[in-house]
C-alpha cells in the first residue's frame, strides 16, 4: 500500500517559494526538503499568478475540464463509428431491396 502523508502547510509552501524567489534551485530544495522539484515549481507558479507576478493563461484546462474532454473525444469516436456503420447498413440494405442500383455507373 503507497505511504500518503497530509498536504503540506501554506507556511512551508511560501517559505519554499521564498527560497525560490531568493534564488534556490527547486530540484536543490528537493533534495533538501521532502517535496518534489516538480511539486515546487508548481507551487512557485501557483503563487506567482495569485501575486500578479504571471498572467493567468486563458487556455489552461483544468483537470475536470480534461477528464470531460477525454470522455467527450471518447464518446465522439464511438459516435463516428456507429454512424459508419449505419451508413453501410443502408446502404447494403438499399441495394438489396433493389432501391439502389449496384454498381457506380449512372448507365
Not at 500500500?1 to 534556490?24: C, H, N, W
Not at 495569485?50 to 489552461?60: Q, S, T
Request: no cysteine.
Amino acid at each position: 500500500m503507497a505511504k500518503t502523508r497530509p498536504p503540506y502547510s501554506p507556511e512551508f509552501r511560501r517559505q519554499i517559494v521564498d527560497l525560490v524567489r531568493a534564488g534556490r534551485d527547486p530540484d536543490d530544495l528537493a533534495r533538501e526538503f521532502e517535496p518534489t522539484a516538480q511539486s515546487i515549481r508548481h507551487w512557485v507558479t501557483v503563487a506567482d499568478r495569485r501575486d500578479g507576478r504571471r498572467e493567468e493563461k486563458d487556455d489552461i484546462v483544468t483537470p475536470n475540464e480534461r477528464d470531460e474532454l477525454i470522455r467527450l473525444r471518447r464518446e465522439n469516436k464511438q459516435l463516428r463509428l456507429e454512424r459508419d456503420i449505419l451508413s453501410r447498413a443502408a446502404a447494403w440494405f438499399a441495394r438489396e431491396t433493389g432501391a439502389v442500383p449496384s454498381g457506380s455507373s449512372n448507365s
